[in-house]
C-alpha cells in the first residue's frame, strides 16, 4: 500500500458524523464524482430530520429546524465567520442541493431568535412546489463539509407512514378477529 500525500484525493465517510472530506487543496478526481452521489442518496448522512408541518409549507415561506441539531450538525464544521452571519438578521446564503432531484437552490439560512430555532427561507418555497411536499412527508438535511452545502433529501412521503400504519391496524384487526372467531 502506497502512503498518500497531500496530493492525492481521499473520499471517506465518518460513520460516527458522516460527514465526507477531501484532503485541503485536491481537486476531485472526475473518475471518483460517482461517489459524491452515491454518498449523497445514503439516508444515514440525514442527520438533520423533520416531519413537515403547515407552518413549513405555508405563506411565511420557510422552513424551521430545531437548535440542536444544527448546533449538533453544523456549527461544529464550520467557522465563526459563517457563524455570525448566520445570527445576523440577513442570515447566510447558502446552496442547497437536492440529491434526489439533482438540482440547487440558493437559500437564506439564519437564526430566528423568537421561536429559537434556525430557518431555510427566501426560495424554500422552489423547493416545496417542486418536490409537491405535504404535511408529514420527512425530509433529510446535512452539511456537506467538502463543498460548504446542504444536501436535501424527501426520506419519507406522508403517505408512505399513513400505509405502514393502515398496515399495521389491517393485521392488528385481523389477528383480533380471528381469535374472537376461535
Not at 75 to 94: C, I, M, T, W, Y
Amino acid at each position: 500500500m502506497e502512503p498518500k500525500t497531500k496530493s492525492d484525493p481521499v473520499v471517506e465517510c465518518d460513520d460516527a458524523q458522516n460527514l465526507h472530506t477531501l484532503t485541503e487543496g485536491s481537486a476531485r478526481p472526475s473518475a471518483h464524482n460517482h461517489i459524491d452521489e452515491q454518498v449523497a442518496r445514503d439516508p444515514a448522512l440525514y442527520k438533520i430530520k423533520k416531519k413537515l408541518t403547515l407552518s413549513d409549507l405555508g405563506n411565511l415561506s420557510r422552513l424551521l429546524v430545531p437548535k440542536e441539531m444544527v448546533k449538533n450538525h453544523v456549527l461544529p464544521h464550520v467557522n465563526g465567520d459563517f457563524v455570525q452571519r448566520l445570527e445576523s438578521k440577513a442570515g447566510k446564503q447558502v446552496t442547497v442541493k437536492d440529491s434526489d432531484k439533482e438540482t440547487e437552490h440558493q437559500l437564506t439560512f439564519r437564526y430566528l431568535r423568537s421561536s429559537k430555532s434556525y430557518v431555510f427561507n427566501g426560495n424554500w418555497m422552489e423547493i416545496v412546489k417542486g418536490r409537491d411536499l405535504k404535511k408529514d412527508d420527512e425530509i433529510g438535511l446535512y452539511w456537506d463539509t467538502l463543498n460548504s452545502n446542504f444536501h436535501f433529501s424527501l426520506l419519507k412521503l406522508a403517505s408512505q407512514e399513513s400505509q405502514a400504519a393502515d398496515e399495521v391496524t389491517r393485521a392488528w384487526s385481523s389477528t383480533m378477529t380471528s381469535s374472537l372467531e376461535s
